[in-house]
């Protein structure tokens, strides 16, 4: 059963600089892509950042520069440091795992607000 774990959210003030981790059950978590894709109230689901198993990297341009996506093989986790944050990066944020299937986790809400 695989199954990823999201933790890092909770509320956060502007500017803030939150690290969002995703512990993954899977075998062989080497070789999968990680990712991680948000959900804003009222949106569709998008892209944020993802790492392949030779950790190229992918960022969505509207958080180039300020997220960083980083994978520790050992630890089966993947993580998104968040910097800067802004009222418009309010979101639910969702871990996944992608070899022949996709895997997703079950979010974590990070919200933005004084």
């Known amino acids: 059963q695989v199954q990823l774990v999201e933790s890092g959210g909770g509320l956060v003030q502007p500017g803030g600089s939150p690290r969002l981790s995703c512990a993954a059950s899977?075998?062989?978590?080497?070789?999968?892509?990680m990712g991680w894709y948000r959900q804003a109230p009222g949106k569709q689901r998008e892209l944020v950042a993802k790492?392949?198993?030779?950790?190229?990297?992918t960022y969505a341009a509207s958080v180039k520069g300020r997220f960083t996506i980083s994978r520790d093989n050992a630890k089966n986790t993947v993580y998104l440091q968040m910097n800067n944050l802004a009222p418009e990066d309010t979101a639910v944020y969702y871990c996944?795992?992608?070899?022949?299937?996709?895997?997703w986790g079950q979010g974590t809400l990070v919200t933005i607000s004084e």
């Open positions: 899977i075998s062989m978590f080497s070789l999968y892509t």
């Open positions: 996944y795992a992608n070899l022949s299937m996709q895997f």
């Open positions: 790492i392949t198993s030779g950790r190229r990297t």
